[in-house]
């Protein structure tokens, strides 16, 4: 069985850091692209940054270009996302996701394409 478990929100200050990891187990971890989506009360899903399945590639929306750093750790099963600078916009549940389809496919743009879900985190950005 997948499992993908996110930890690491919470209530930060504006301006301040978070640190969210995702643990992957059930699923050879290293053939897949991760991403990070977040969903806002009221709004869609959308793409904060995702990184290929070696670690070579990533991806960031512009809100979040130069604040965040994607990483993973395919030894651990694990994937990152370091969250510096935050601003109330911020303010969002983060999902963490894997997508079997190769990089050069684009498809990890798309949340429909992803195979495999976490639960969530809140992250609340206080001003």
């Known amino acids: 069985q997948v499992q993908l478990v996110e930890s690491g929100g919470g209530l930060v200050q504006a301006g301040g850091s978070l640190r969210l990891s995702c643990a992957a187990s059930?699923?050879?971890?290293?053939?897949?692209?991760m991403g990070w989506f977040r969903q806002a009360p009221g709004k869609g899903r959308q793409l904060v940054a995702a990184?290929?399945?070696?670690?070579?590639?990533?991806y960031y929306a512009n809100s979040v270009k130069g604040r965040f750093t994607i990483s993973r750790d395919n030894a651990k099963n694990t994937v990152v996302l370091q969250m510096n600078s935050l601003k109330p916009e911020d303010t969002a549940v983060y999902y963490c996701?894997?997508?079997?389809?190769?990089?050069?496919?684009?498809?990890?743009?798309?949340?429909?394409?992803?195979?495999?879900w976490g639960q969530g985190t809140q992250v609340t950005v206080s001003s």
């Open positions: 996701a894997a997508n079997r389809g190769p990089w050069y496919s684009s498809s990890w743009y798309n949340a429909a394409a992803y195979n495999y």
């Open positions: 059930g699923l050879t971890f290293s053939s897949y692209a």
């Open positions: 990184i290929s399945a070696s670690g070579d590639n990533t």
